[in-house]
């Protein structure tokens, strides 16, 4: 066995096939699967959250899989390099949910896109000032009012153009909100809302309107 076998699992990080030596990260059945996704409202994404996609940022957020991270990296990267952008900051949690899942894969993954892009990584420029609820399963509205002013500036990066990055985007209101602090506390130049994945609008949960009353139009 070889030391990069030794390192990298010789896995599918998406199925966990086993791969044969010199093949790519992903295997043929699950690359053809990937949905690239390039954009989502005002974000810049990667990759769609749904199917192979979806279960690559699981597996990197809730196990930890650093290679199902690096193939959804690639595609991320490629998109935020020809942005002109010159350093990156990660949408924080607080540090009940980051004690909960026992490390922060935003902070992770900022992290690794800064290593891959050459970006200067920013710390400790936004703060989380109270816990909030997963943003899965509620409504528009409900995401709006979970995340309305949860975030706190904590340094400036005048003159500086921003990659704000998290995770998944669904209907953008984290990072929306993240921007407004980011723009109103740091004074930078200019700032690029960036996620790993996009949840494609048609998959986006509305509970309020499947269950609420229904318009006379
Ligand atoms: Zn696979």
């Known amino acids: 066995m070889s030391l990069l076998e030794l390192l990298v699992p010789s896995i599918c990080p998406a199925c966990d096939r086993p791969r044969r030596p010199g093949?790519?990260?992903?295997?043929?059945?699950?690359?053809r699967e990937l949905r690239p996704l390039r954009g989502l409202g005002l974000a810049v994404t990667a990759v769609a959250y749904e199917?192979?996609?979806?279960?690559?940022?699981?597996?990197?957020?809730?196990?930890?899989r650093s290679d199902a991270l690096a193939v959804?990296?690639?595609?991320?990267?490629?998109?935020?390099?020809?942005?002109?952008?010159?350093?990156?900051?990660a949408v924080p949690r607080h540090r009940t949910r980051v004690r909960e899942l026992?490390?922060?894969?935003?902070?992770?993954?900022?992290?690794a896109l800064a290593r891959k892009t050459g970006l200067e990584l920013c710390p400790r420029v936004l703060k989380r000032t109270r816990p909030t609820v997963p943003?899965?399963?509620?409504?528009?509205?409900?995401?709006?009012?979970?995340?309305?002013q949860s975030f706190r500036g904590r340094r400036q990066l005048r003159g500086r153009r921003v990659l704000l990055v998290d995770d998944v985007t669904t209907t953008g209101a984290t990072l929306r909100e993240a921007a407004i602090e980011l723009?109103?506390?740091?004074?930078?130049?200019?700032?690029?809302?960036?996620?790993?994945?996009?949840?494609?609008?048609?998959?986006?949960?509305?509970p309020a309107l499947e269950t609420g009353p229904r318009s006379a139009l």
Not at 23 to 31: G, I, S, V
Not at 102 to 111: E, F, H, I, Q
């Open 102 to 111: 026992g490390s922060d894969p935003v902070w992770t993954l900022a992290r």
């Open 183 to 206: 723009r109103r506390a740091a004074k930078p130049e200019s700032v690029i809302p960036v996620a790993l994945a996009g949840t494609p609008p048609r998959t986006i949960e509305r």
């Open 23 to 31: 093949e790519l990260l992903l295997c043929p059945t699950c690359a």
């Open 135 to 148: 943003q899965a399963g509620l409504s528009i509205a409900e995401r709006q009012r979970n995340v309305r």
């Open 72 to 89: 959804l990296l690639e595609p991320l990267a490629e998109r935020v390099r020809p942005l002109g952008a010159d350093c990156i900051v």
């Open 51 to 64: 199917g192979v996609g979806r279960s690559l940022l699981r597996r990197f957020k809730f196990e930890g």
